[in-house]
């Protein structure tokens, strides 16, 4: 049988994704065995900070009867002395019996599932991919509303946002309509774009938020990846260039949600949070619930 790895959303159709989804809410109701996981060893190799997707893994490897074995930081490990991240994938394939890694390099978690010989999670390539931050996305706007044809703005760094790139990714196959508000310079890559509407998605771009605010659906708001700038000036120039405020969704439909993978810096004014509309924090906590079900696809 085939190594099941989780590298990129395309990795799932809709109904693979919808499947996934439908076992998550069953987890969240409790419908679960305690033991399902029971003896498997996930290994976490976080090579880039992590606080949401981390914890949630192992939450959910806990929860299961599972258990995590972690490397701390690429200083604390063999990668500081110069071993190849295919070396490394190589031995901690022998110690686990799946793999979660984060890395800033793009493209890192495909490497890594070439040279593992046990299931590989992608929990964020550079700016490449976030899967498992996907599937939670779609799992949270799916509790407030049908997936199907939703008008979603995406707001801010839709460059080097990987939560974005996944997330525009899956929501193709829910004939979802793409609002794009971003910073000059920080659109979405082009080539994803083009991708998009070649599956028949229509794209919009906006200059303004307040464009959109009374139409859409979803507002998914993200981070300005400051790690991924060449330098400090370059961020400087777009840093607080919005700011999501109660002022501007009292324009709002009644229905929308506010989506934000977290960490937020200063786009979303602490304010919203008491809203009808803010459900950030409901998003990372159905981190565990998604991830169980990934968990259990890969290692049962
Ligand atoms: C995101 C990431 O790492 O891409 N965080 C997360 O996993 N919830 C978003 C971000 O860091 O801005």
Same mark, same amino acid.
Request: charge should be negative; proline fraction near 0%; glycine fraction near 4%.
């Given at each position: 049988m085939p190594? /099941?790895?989780?590298? #990129?959303i395309g990795d799932f159709d809709r109904d693979d994704i919808d %499947?996934?989804?439908? =076992?998550?809410? %069953?987890?969240? +109701?409790r419908k679960f065995d305690e033991n399902a996981l029971k003896g498997k060893i996930l290994a976490a190799l976080f090579f880039e900070p992590s606080t949401r997707t981390r914890m949630s893994f192992e939450s959910a490897m806990a929860r299961l009867g599972g258990s995590v074995l972690s490397v701390g930081?690429?200083?604390?490990? #063999?990668?500081?002395?110069? +071993?190849?991240?295919?070396?490394?994938? /190589?031995?901690? #394939?022998? $110690?686990?019996?799946a793999i979660v890694i984060r890395h800033p390099r793009e493209g890192a978690a495909r490497l890594a599932a070439e040279f593992a010989t046990v299931p590989v999670i992608n929990a964020g390539d550079g700016a490449g991919q976030h899967p498992s931050q996907t599937l939670l996305d779609l799992y949270t706007i799916r509790q407030s509303m049908p997936i199907d044809g939703i008008d979603i703005a995406m707001v801010g760094d839709l460059r080097y946002g990987r939560t974005a790139h996944s997330l525009a990714s899956a929501? #193709?196959? $829910? =004939?979802a309509r793409l609002h794009t508000i971003s910073p000059t310079g920080l659109e979405l890559p082009a080539n994803?774009? +083009?991708n998009l509407e070649e599956k028949g998605m229509e794209i919009i771009e906006h200059d303004d938020i307040r464009d959109v605010i009374s139409t859409v659906d979803v507002l998914y708001v993200t981070r300005i990846q400051r790690e991924r700038f060449p330098d400090s000036a370059s961020y400087f120039n777009v840093a607080s260039s919005y700011r999501i405020t109660p002022e501007l969704l009292a324009d709002a439909k009644e229905h929308l949600i506010v989506l934000h993978p977290l960490p937020r810096v200063d786009e979303i004014d602490p304010r919203v949070d008491d809203s009808p509309h803010a459900r950030y924090f409901d998003q990372s906590r159905n981190g565990v619930p998604v991830r169980m079900a990934m968990l259990m696809q890969v290692l049962q």
């Open positions: 190594t /099941r790895h989780i590298i #990129s %499947q996934l989804l439908d =076992h998550a809410a %069953q987890i969240d +109701e930081s690429v200083e604390a490990c #063999s990668m500081a002395k110069g +071993e190849t991240l295919a070396d490394t994938i /190589r031995v901690v #394939s022998g $110690y686990a019996d929501l #193709s196959l $829910y =004939h994803l774009a +083009e």
